[in-house]
T-cell receptor, first 117, second 116 residues
Framework: ETGVTQSPTHLIKTRGQQVTLRCSSQ?????VSWYQQALGQGPQFIFQ???????GRGNFPPRFSGLQFPNYSSELNVNALELDDSALYLC????????????????FGDGTRLSIL | AQSVSQHNHHVILSEAASLELGCNYS??????LFWYVQYPGQHLQLLLK??????LVKGIKGFEAEFIKSKFSFNLRKPSVQWSDTAEYFC??????????????FGIGTKLQVIP
């Protein structure tokens, strides 16, 4: 059983709306990454939070934003939703002893399936 | 830019057949390599990882992978597949991102279907 939990499981929105997705990281983890997985594709990196600060971002526009809280849980916010935002959004947590440590595997949640009508 | 290529997008095997899934990456510096598996209706699970040392790494459920630095490859193997191995397999590369983050790039994934 994974220690990373995401909510909600499924969500349906219309174009132009805003959405907030939530993630509780695994106990002891201080780093959270968010990914977008479109149908038939591998996960694409959106951004990463380490100790409440964004420390890395992929090729996603500013309308994708996030937060990490003191308990290391995290939110992904998407404004002005577009049809192409329809995807599975994955949260992954890990423990990093220092920023940028790359020897720590990430543990994934079940994801939130977002559908834009 | 860092990239990961998985050459086989859909593989169909009979039970007891041997499996090898290809993965090549492009990045010149230090990387850590992973294979994740996603069983139908489940989340991504870590199958195995390579950080350093012995380039032949063993993972769960009888899987292994070999890191060949000169070929930038990290192929996944299993001598004898089972029906329960039916899943999607993702190769991933982690490297240090600018600004100090874990930059993880995934391949497109390979869907493995094992026929009883």
């Amino acid at each position: 059983e994974t220690g990373v939990t995401q909510s909600p499981t499924h969500l349906i929105k219309t174009r132009g709306q805003q959405v907030t997705l939530r993630c509780s990281s695994q106990s002891g983890h201080n780093t959270v990454s968010w990914y977008q997985q479109a149908l038939g594709q591998g996960p694409q990196f959106i951004f990463q939070y380490y100790r409440e600060e964004e420390n890395g971002r992929g090729n996603f526009p500013p309308r994708f934003s996030g937060l990490q809280f003191p308990n290391y849980s995290s939110e992904l916010n998407v404004n002005a939703l577009e049809l192409d935002d329809s995807a599975l959004y994955l949260c992954a947590s890990s423990f990093s002893p220092w920023t940028g440590a790359i020897n720590q595997p990430q543990h994934f949640g079940d994801g939130t399936r977002l559908s834009i009508l | 830019a860092q990239s990961v290529s998985q050459h086989n997008h859909h593989v169909i095997l009979s039970e007891a057949a041997s499996l090898e899934l290809g993965c090549n990456y492009s990045y010149g510096g230090t990387v850590n390599l992973f294979w994740y598996v996603q069983y139908p209706g489940q989340h991504l699970q870590l199958l195995l990882k390579y950080f350093s040392g012995d380039p032949l790494v063993k993972g769960i459920k009888g899987f292994e992978a070999e890191f060949i630095k000169s070929k930038f490859s990290f192929n996944l193997r299993k001598p004898s597949v089972q029906w329960s191995d039916t899943a999607e397999y993702f190769c991933a590369v982690m490297s240090p991102g600018s600004g100090g983050y874990q930059k993880v790039t995934f391949g497109i994934g390979t869907k493995l279907q094992v026929i009883p």
